[in-house]
């Protein structure tokens, strides 16, 4: 598989979302970082270790998990369906499980951080009860534009999307209005509380925090933990 990184990168330098829209005119330009020391791979910096105590917000029982379940390397990414930036980093993230199958498995928490936001949440907790969910939120990634204006949001066509995807939407509608997922969605944001995620997309890998941001850094510190895993460091 042909690597997705360089024809990502000018996109990722801006591709990030926050509670509040950022401002674009002050983020650095793409094609100032095309030549230079900004061109040398990309080292793995020391990422911030997640306190013991907090550890028990980034995953919950129920979480949905895309790859092997077993897997020694943890990425938990906190995502909104609706953020421009979380769906430039999706096939980053396709490209990791890619390349290490047995090794990563990604941990998907849901941030409503747009409008609109909580309604695609319900229709992917209601997908992940008919084993839907990652063909859902690839559907809902690959389609954003049609659903998830910040202005207008269209939630019948999100929900048109994930009826395209595969979903039963008559069984999907009742449980996404359910009790259980108005709770789940509760437990998402005591925990993006809980740990203070600001924006998406955010990472955490084995309990790191991916502080520098990007798409480099991001496969830097997962293969930094698979080959740790691997020699027992």
């Not at 897997?71 to 995502?79: D, G, H, Q, R, S």
Request: hydrophobic share 45%; charged share 25%; net charge negative.
């Amino acid at each position: 598989m042909k690597s997705l990184l360089p024809a990502l990168a000018a996109l990722l330098v801006l591709a990030s979302c926050s509670r509040s829209e950022p401002d674009l005119s002050t983020q650095p330009s793409p094609t100032s970082e095309s030549t230079g020391p900004a061109a040398a791979p990309v080292k793995p910096a020391e990422q911030p270790v997640l306190p013991a105590d907090l550890h028990e917000h980034l995953v919950r029982a129920d979480s949905p998990v895309l790859g092997s379940a077993t897997a020694p390397v943890t990425i938990v990414e906190f995502l909104d369906p609706a953020c421009e930036g979380c769906r430039a980093f999706a096939p980053v993230v396709r490209q990791i499980q890619f390349l290490y199958p047995d090794d990563v498995r990604v941990v998907v928490r849901l941030a409503d951080f747009h409008p609109g936001s909580e309604e695609a949440i319900r229709i992917l907790l209601a997908a992940q009860r008919q084993h839907r969910f990652e063909e859902v939120l690839t559907a809902l990634f690959d389609r954003q534009e049609e659903w998830a204006s910040h202005h207008s949001p269209d939630v019948d066509a999100a929900w048109q999307i994930a009826a395209a995807a595969g979903l039963d939407v008559k069984a999907a509608r009742s449980v996404a209005e359910s009790s259980e997922i108005t709770g789940r969605l509760r437990e998402e944001g005591e925990d993006i509380m809980a740990l203070k995620v600001a924006r998406t997309p955010t990472f955490y890998v084995n309990g790191k925090l991916l502080e520098d941001f990007g798409a480099e850094q991001l496969m830097s510190l997962v293969k930094t933990e698979v080959e740790a895993g691997k020699t027992g460091s």
